[in-house]
């Protein structure tokens, strides 16, 4: 197994008073080694409220309400953001480098499904908002040109048809560095060949996760959040012949995170591999009253946990080891994202 990759969990909250004509983006890089202190030794029912560390970038944005929504995505060292009006900025965090990058040919809407494979970023709408129009885009660095562009690839094939709940996009994730797979609600389980720009149906069925999905190959499986349930899980997925039914989950683990106050609403679900069998679940609550089905959801609260993979060499299974976690509040109500 290989050695340890990452310390650092990338986390961002939107910051409305930070910054110059409006706010932004905050880039904070959490340091997981304390986590990973002394695990296995037990661990408490509370995480521990830790103050942020000081912004390592800071994304500005004159407008930053919903119709200027930015999102972020991980490309090797590279953070890459992208906001509602199609502007890409690259921050790379081995250097602390930030450069502006080319406008998206369309515009992507809030969440999109994205997969990072051999050195590119692909990205496509959940549900087809424009249909008929193509929506998968690609981020690549051209060697000719020594600059970074976006290629415009082929839409799911069912994007081709007007927006219904069956044809929406429930969960994506990279495969085997080859394919990106992207699961629907009703229409069937898609994989897109890197290779040859070619989409192909898996499956009338679908994936049993929800959200990104994350292939790691020191396992040679998948780890992901649950349907509805939102528990971390593990589930094989073939693609070609041998994909004849639909995946079930290898594992499921309970008890994952560390106890949340009553009422807390949960708004979005990280899993960040750090290499060497490690993890780290970040969950991002709203602990006020008010909460707002149809809006964005928004957190004041995050809460990072550690976790750590060991095969047992009796069963041949994962046993998960929990660590520490801690708790980070936020003054104003936040998007948030763990990279």
Partial sequence: MCSMIRRFVHLIVHDVKGGAGGGGYALRNIDTKPLFAGIGGGSTSMAVTTRLPRPAAFFESANTDNNNHTEFFLLGSKIVSVNMNRRTVLYDSLTSGISGGPDLRHCKFVHPAWAAIRGKLYITNMLPHNYGKPCLEALRFDDELEDWLWDLLPSPPFFDEPFRSDNTIQCYAAGDEEKMWISTLGRGTYTFDAATATWCKEG????????????????????????????????????????????????????VDVYVGEGWHLAHSYLTYLGEGKFCVTRFYDTRREWDDWCIPLSNVAVMSALEMRLDANTGELKMIRGASTRYKFPDAVHGWAL
């Fill in 204 to 255: 009338g069925w679908t994936l049993p996760f929800e959200g990104r999905v994350q292939y790691i190959p020191e396992y040679g499986i998948y780890f992901g959040f649950s349907k509805r349930l939102n528990k971390l899980c593990s589930a094989e997925m073939i693609a070609g012949a041998k994909a004849s039914e639909p995946p079930v989950h290898k594992q499921v683990w309970d008890n």
